[in-house]
């Protein structure tokens, strides 16, 4: 494996399964032998995404910028810049953006997987 340079300039975006806006800036998809993948994603201001789960993925978030609320496990937990979450597998979560929307690092491993996400459409808690 070579050194990578990431520039965000570069990149397309792209909506994901959960209905967040993602650049992906490592994947073994795009990067053969890394073993996890690291995304920034966007929730707009007012925005939800979709609750969730991963299968196998632990994913942890970091907050870049702006402010929301993570539901998980039937509650409610407000993040803000500088504040991270870890999410077992299986743990189904979504994610409200602030009245100023809410960007921030997604890393998962194994790597995110759109075939190993499951929607959970009918539930609003995030539990």
Excluded: N, W
């Amino acid at each position: 494996m070579e050194p990578r340079i990431f520039r965000a300039a570069e990149a397309a975006p792209y909506v994901t399964k959960d209905e967040s806006l993602i650049v992906e800036i490592f994947h073994p998809a795009t990067v053969p032998g890394v073993p996890y993948s690291v995304a920034e994603a966007t929730v707009p201001p007012g925005g939800r995404t979709v609750p969730h789960r991963h299968e196998h993925s632990l994913e942890t978030y970091y907050v870049l910028e702006g402010e929301g609320v993570l539901l998980v496990g039937g509650g409610r937990t407000t993040l803000a810049r500088g504040d991270g979450a870890l999410l077992p597998p299986g743990t189904r979560h979504a994610v409200e953006a602030g009245p100023g929307g809410m960007r921030f690092l997604c890393l998962c491993f194994p790597p995110y997987d759109h075939d190993q996400t499951t929607l959970e459409e009918g539930d609003t808690t995030g539990r």
